[in-house]
């Protein structure tokens, strides 16, 4: 072993005096309070000598390269060694034995120099990043030919941060990091440790000095709850396999083709025999063969970004770019939606830039101060849910939302975003009443940074990955909510038509005795139809909360509830605009969904659920096949009113069209049959029934149209020719003009 090279009295006497300078500095990294620990930590040429500090608590001693002991600095666990200029080389390794009797060796993590380029952190700081996950986080690399762990987080009001783990103990004294500038953001590299290693985010508060042990804003991969802790991810290794679908993403003509989505609690849609979840490859497997035996063109999975708590549904998120670890990996989420891929389905999530939750592992004073959140109570609290709002005022905090987007959509292949709670963001006075809200610099009540966000947002994600939707849960007559963000809309592809849908459903709850005085509706809806680019949902909102199943809001005996929630399909599935349904809604769940257990899929097998069942499955292969219902959703000229104002035999009939085929549609509200019942028709032919919601098939009492009916030159409806049908009790039939 080298010892100390000889010295001088006066080299001995520059050295006290460089140690004694160096005390201050010192005492802060015993403290855990110094904010660049590089300056002082690793070799360092000073006074003509070089000199290498290592802090290591609880150790008895130390040597550099396997050869330099160095000495403890008096009674500290500070330890030092110096000697000659280029005795020690640039990557050198650090041995120390424990008080335990542990012994280690690792490369000194305070020999790197810093590894984030400063034009990435300008491009940040800025809020115009959009890949920040890219460097911020935890990330596998190799050094100069050293494998570690490069960790960055941002924490601009701290005074010390710390990476921790079990390599450390825990300890925030062992592996502090260096803040760049006025970033705000720390980071470290850790060689020596990879993949799978646990860790989080000590943080000391420079104004109060309050500690805080956070998990990693931007971790990929995040322990099973009830634990918290953020795990290294690997490098993604699962081998993709839907370039087929990629490849044809980009001219995907969305406005004007099929879009019916299933949407999904994964972990209440099927589990385990025990009752556990099931994993993203077991999902894979009964979940994909179902939908596409449905007819459903895209699956919507409720929240799957890493959360705490399963009473949240997952929209209370912890973890903005990692999915849950309920399920498995993050692999096993590229494996599953790949083959939905193959299959022919698309994915959407539903993502939640709204609110977060105030554990205290996570985002919620993150470091020590309001971050993430606004530091106003009156526009931070979100007082229904008990949850703190994103401050979009902060650029690193719309680059934080934005990569967490753009992670989803690239990382992960998904194909759209659900965009949760967007009312909530639009109105500083959401929920808030009197003198609990803040106006904006204009004196109103629009959070005029959100709309930004938003609007930038959709421009990026459109922009960057053509061919993907967001969608906009907005239960407000918001304008243009739905149109171009450069038209001065907010720029989502599609949004929830919750209108239509808190109508029809109130409608239908109501006994068919006092329908006719309701009707308008049903009717109203045109009014407004296409002001925006609907989706029609029947989601998980409308069977939770006491509201009841839908099956469990249709009036009447069980053969009428069953024949109204056909007839309510059949409205859906033919009125303009994509359609949405929760799991559970296609076999006629009796009760509210519970997200702790199975949907109960032993019902499936009654006969007039299996209808149901069977219907909805026709509805949206007739969807899928026949372009009136679909080419022209979103435009006036691909609907018209046939007779809108029957109200006393609670009728409604109306036109579909494409350029290729014309399809009349007409639904019964009572339970009575309508007989020889006329309606007019554009053309001249037949009109063959293709679709009756009364049908055997689907439970009901085969009432119908079996033969083609053919038009007359009897005007009608202010239409030349009209027909004459019968009208089920409690159904809707689709009848198509065969030209």
């Known amino acids: 072993m080298l010892p100390f090279e000889p010295m001088t009295a006066t080299r001995q006497r520059e050295m006290r005096e460089l140690l004694a300078g160096l005390e201050r500095d010192f005492e802060l990294i015993r403290d855990a309070r110094h904010h660049d620990p590089h300056a002082v930590l690793g070799r360092h040429e000073r006074a003509g000598q070089e000199i290498l500090i290592v802090y290591l608590p609880a150790t008895r001693h130390v040597r550099a390269n396997r050869s330099l002991d160095l000495r403890r600095h008096g009674s500290t666990d500070i330890f030092y060694w110096h000697g000659t200029p280029g005795t020690l080389p640039a990557r050198y390794t650090i041995s120390w034995q424990d008080d335990a009797g542990g012994v280690y060796e690792v490369a000194d993590p305070y020999a790197f120099a810093p590894l984030i380029d400063a034009g990435e952190l300008r491009a940040f700081s800025e809020g115009r990043h959009r890949r920040a996950h890219r460097f911020l986080g935890a990330h596998p690399r190799e050094v100069d030919g050293i494998a570690g762990v490069q960790f960055a987080v941002w924490a601009p009001n701290a005074e010390r941060v710390s990476v921790v783990g079990p390599f450390n103990l825990w300890d925030g004294r062992r592996h502090p990091m260096r803040v760049r500038g006025a970033s705000g953001v720390w980071e470290l590299f850790i060689p020596g440790i990879g993949a799978g290693t646990l860790y989080k985010f000590e943080i000391r508060n420079r104004d109060n000095g309050t500690v805080h042990l956070k998990t990693d804003p931007y971790g990929r991969q995040f322990e099973r709850r009830p634990n918290t802790a953020a795990i290294v991810a690997p490098p993604p290794r699962h081998a993709w396999r839907d370039q087929q679908w990629m490849a044809a993403r980009p001219t995907h003509d969305w406005l004007h083709a099929p879009m019916s989505i299933y949407e999904v609690h994964l972990g209440a849609w099927q589990r385990r ?19 596409q035996g449905m007819g459903f063109t895209h699956v919507e999975l409720l929240p799957i970004s890493e959360h ?63 971050l993430y959140e606004y530091a106003d109570p009156r526009k931070a609290e979100h007082r229904d849910w008990g949850t703190l709002v994103f401050n979009y005022e902060r650029h690193e905090v719309r680059a934080f939302l934005i990569s967490s987007a753009c992670l989803w959509l690239e990382d992960f292949h998904i194909d759209g975003l659900r965009v949760d709670a967007v009312a909530s963001m639009l109105y500083l006075d959401y929920s808030r009443k009197g003198a609990d809200w803040v106006p904006n610099r204009e004196g109103g009540n629009q959070n005029l940074e959100a709309i930004s966000f938003m609007r930038e947002l959709n421009s990026i994600t459109h922009l960057e990955f053509p061919g993907t939707v967001t969608l906009a849960e907005e239960s407000t007559d ?17 949004k929830w038509n919750m209108g239509w849908m808190h109508d029809t459903l109130q409608y239908m709850s109501r006994d068919p005795l006092y329908r006719s005085h309701h009707h308008e509706q049903l009717t109203f809806g045109m009014m407004y139809a296409y002001s925006e680019n609907f989706v029609l949902p029947f989601s998980h909102d409308e069977v939770v909360h006491l509201k009841h199943s839908l099956f469990g809001r ?37 009760t509210e969904w519970n997200f702790r257990v199975a949907l109960p899929w032993y019902l499936d097998r009654e006969p007039a659920r299996a209808g149901v069942r069977q219907l909805i499955g026709d509805l949206n292969r007739t969807y899928r096949e026949h372009s009136a219902l679909s080419r022209h959703e979103f435009e006036p000229r691909g609907f018209r009113w046939i007779d809108p104002d029957d109200r006393s035999q609670s009728l409604l009939s109306y036109l579909r069209f494409s350029e290729d085929e014309t399809l009349a549609v007409v639904l019964n509200f009572t339970p009575v049959p309508r007989q020889a019942h006329r309606i007019g028709v554009p053309s001249a032919g037949r009109y063959r029934e293709i679709l009756n919601s009364d049908s055997q098939f689907y439970g009901g009492s085969n009432l119908g149209n079996p033969l083609p009916l053919e038009a007359r030159p009897v005007p009608t409806h202010q239409l030349p020719y009209s027909i004459d049908l019968t009208v089920p009790p409690l159904a809707g039939v689709i009848l198509k003009l065969e030209r």
Not at 276 to 290: H, S, V
Not at 478 to 494: D, E
């Open 273 to 291: 025999e025990d009752g556990d979840f099931l994993t993203y490859g077991e999902i894979a497997e009964r979940l994909i063969p179902y939908v």
């Open 308 to 370: 705490p708590l399963d009473d949240s549904w997952g929209y209370q998120a912890t973890g903005y770019f990692a999915p849950t670890s309920r399920y498995g990996d993050p692999d096993g989420l590229r494996y599953f939606i790949d083959r939905c891929h193959q299959a022919g389905i698309g994915v959407i999530l539903d993502w939640v830039p709204a609110h977060f939750p105030r554990d205290a592992h996570a985002l919620a004073h993150f470091d020590g101060s309001p």
């Open 478 to 494: 918001w304008p243009m909510v739905s149109r171009p963000a450069s038209a001065g809309g907010l720029g989502f592809s599609m």
């Open 554 to 590: 249709m009036p009447g005996d069980d053969w009428q509830r069953f024949a109204n929630l056909r007839l309510l399909y059949t409205y859906q599935w033919t009125y303009p605009g994509k359609k949405l349904l929760f799991m559970g809604g296609e076999f006629a769940q009796p």
